[in-house]
């Protein structure tokens, strides 16, 4: 048998011994194991080399159909239809660090004010208690110019890549998470839409800092306010 991996769950059996039990017996048997990305095979191989033999682990990235992405629809009434748009396509949980996202947010708007931000993806609910915290940050400092999105379709989505001046992607690393990979990084390129992105996981293995889009350092509001303003003072080369 062959696996795959398409994030953490490679090894968060390592969390509890009888699911570490099975799994290092179901890794043993396999011919091999397929990872989204370099990050995530190093993370098995650390808490598994032992039972997996590193030759037979191996990293292949997402593939995104763009045939499916390009199917552009419409926007919400409410998206400015000219000027610099900022989007983050991502959910609300902590691995994606949304707290520094908006608080980059607030120091590009220092700079830029007619900036707006547009999150676009799910867990934009009161269940969800990392919306609440991220929603509290918003309000207790006095963000602005940041909208809620939440889940939408294919299309729109699309429409929002088309639109937008830059993605912006803030995942940071936590004890038992990080970024896999990042999809919306890969979709962001089929329309040619420069990414800045935190140096996270498996996200340099996408965006090649200076190439494909600026790197920041995980956590850092500054590192990455200052790489949106390079990007949108500079539109040459963000076309670049």
Known sequence: HLLTTHGRYGYIAQNRWLDRMLYRRVLKRAAGLIAVSDAVRRAVLKDFGGVLR?????????????????????????????????????????????ETLVRAVKLVRVQMPDVPLYLVGPGNHDRNAYYRMVRDIIASEGITGVHVVGRISKSALAAFYRRATLLVHTACTLPDDFEASGLILLEAGVFGLPCVASASGGIPEIVTDGLTGKLARERDPQAHAAAILALLRDPALARR
Not at 54 to 72: G, Y
Not at 76 to 95: H, I, N
């Open 54 to 98: 590193a030759d037979n682990c191996h990293a292949l990235q997402n593939p995104v159909d763009a045939t499916r992405i390009a199917a552009v629809g419409e926007l919400p009434q409410d998206v400015p239809a000219d000027g610099p748009l900022l989007l983050s396509v991502t959910r609300f949980s902590p691995v994606k660090d949304l």
